[in-house]
């Protein structure tokens, strides 16, 4: 498998399927490692580096569970490269921002993706569609032990796992959930919810982490702590919030739709009818139509377009996979009649 | 004839031919004549007014060119009549506001609409598709023979024609010709035309007389002063102001097409696709969009779609057009409602 053949696949956070898949887009579990008598990675020198990266990979090569994945090292990716992961879900920018004896690995699904040297040794991701935590806490329980068994982590019976940020020190866990919250948006409960969100220790973050906006009604919600609680209990914790909010913005949806009805479906049906006949467009602007063409397609209003085509273009439409799928640098006009044309030509077909 | 049939038929102003048509709507003269020895209407009694109603309706009744006209009384109109007949240019907002003694006389194919009891004892209207003065003249020029033939008119040698408005004694007579000129809006020059315009002695108005917009792109350019100058000096003036004004819209949208045209495409295919999906949409915000494709088809950017039928769409959409076609009142949130709905089956078909 090369990197380029990715774009032929639909990510695993885009697949639109597993429970409640219309309104949580993805479950993500991730978790930090690090090994022992070696510094972190901001600490280490590069002869350390290196070696953080030969002994992960080493270790990662020989896991039953991962022997099937993709092994990158940043140095041989251009820009466009780790922009096209980063809109994948796969790496983080930070990451992405400097290359030395940095790695990316990747499994054929795109499931399980582990960044090595990036704030800690080991950085494993487990992406699931839909609601799906516990599942992608056994995938990445069992990739921990296989691991372990290879590698000595740092570890204190009364601390758990070190890491270099003392937030993640512990269980070295945070789970997230990516949901599409559209209808509290629209009748201006979000904030309210976000609020209570953070009183319970959970942060919300937009379609692409920290400091990104709720772009297209996205909220990416995660625990802050991960220290003074078991796995167990944190993935509990986590999923009892969600349900939560699905439920909130289920019946959010069911008094849109029992309400102004046609002002919902006026809204839905312009911004298909905008996506179908722009001839340049931004991708926040595409991310917000489509975010409205999804609500349209779960509330049954439109009807004539594959659901998995939306998820597809939502990833389509980003910088990278444009560039990507052009097999040129596009500058950001050219992007923008690109995507229009794209976007257009699906729709159309 | 009925009132009702004219729903039936494209307005004269509306039909889309007629030369210059892609940037000329309609060219219109309109005539001002007043009964000697009878009070102008706001100065005359009850009984002045019916004998002026009597008078004029029989000579109308009487002549040759007029003979088939439909003679409404506005007594006998509700305000949806009122209104209707406004949309189609055919009667003003001021004579609609009062019913006393006041009468409408509308030609088959409502190129001839004559006020009785308006300003003026007898304002003639003669409307033409396209940049054609000169047709619309010889018209009215007709019509004013016969009618003279049959009525004493108010006349003095020093002064011409009297009208209860100086600015319209002389010859009774203004030139008014609409354009649709989105380009010179656009390229932002069209306040710089405007100003020449009027120290030309004319006026810009907008798609619906004095006081209103400029809606859609569109400007009702007329002539200020009758008196001065004869029949022939006034439409020769007008169709040499006009021309220019078509020469300077031409070469804007020369200029768009050659500078950034996928800028334009999108901004007329979004409108398009807006018009084909609303559920919910105003008047106004119809007109706009409709003036987009307008200029979508006079540029080749949009084919699949009959000129005539957008041209049928400006006026189909308006308030009593649209109580007139569903056959009941309407409230303004009802009529968006409808109005997307005819607009979308209309586009589809």
Chains 1, 2 share one sequence.
Request: glycine share 6%; aromatic share 6%.
């Amino acid at each position: 498998m090369k990197l380029d053949d990715l774009i032929n696949h639909t990510c695993e956070w885009l697949r639109g399927t597993g429970p409640n898949s219309d309104i949580v887009i993805s479950s993500r579990i991730r978790m930090a490692r690090n090994l022992n008598k070696l510094p972190f990675p901001h600490r280490a020198n590069k002869k350390q580096q290196e070696e953080i990266l030969n002994k992960t990979r080493e270790a990662i090569e020989n896991s039953d569970y991962l022997k099937k994945t993709m092994f990158l090292e940043l140095a041989s990716l251009d820009n466009v490269d780790k922009q096209f992961l980063i809109e994948r879900h796969l790496m983080s920018r930070e990451h992405a921002s400097k290359s030395n004896h940095k790695a990316i690995v990747i499994s054929e699904e795109e499931i399980v993706s582990i960044m090595i040297n990036e704030e800690d040794h080991l950085r494993i991701q487990v992406m699931q569609s839909g609601f799906n935590l516990f599942e992608a806490w056994q995938i990445i329980d069992r990739i921990d032990d296989e691991l372990s068994a290879k590698l000595d982590f740092a570890f204190l019976p009364e601390w758990g796992y070190l890491t270099a940020c003392p937030t993640n020190t512990g269980t070295g866990l945070r789970g997230s959930v990516m949901l599409h919250l559209p209808a509290l948006v629209m009748n201006k409960q979000i904030n309210k919810v976000l609020q209570v969100i953070n009183k319970l220790s959970f942060t919300a973050r937009g379609l692409y982490g920290e400091g990104t906006q709720a772009l297209g009604n996205f909220f990416q919600i995660s625990n802050q702590v991960a220290l003074g609680h078991n796995e167990d209990e944190i993935i509990d914790n986590i999923h009892g919030v969600i349900k939560q909010l699905i439920e909130q913005e289920t019946q959010a949806r069911a008094v849109m739709m029992s309400g102004n009805k046609e002002l919902l479906v006026d809204r839905i049906s312009r911004s298909f009818g905008t996506l179908k006949n722009a001839h340049i467009i931004s991708s926040n602007e595409t991310v917000e139509l489509l975010s409205m063409v999804r609500l349209g397609l779960d509330l049954g209003i439109i009807k004539d377009v594959e659901r998995g085509l939306i998820n597809e273009l939502f990833i389509l439409i980003q910088p990278a996979h444009l560039q990507k799928l052009k097999g040129e640098k596009l500058s950001s006009q050219e992007r923008d009649v690109r995507r229009a044309a794209i976007i257009r030509e699906k729709l159309a077909g």
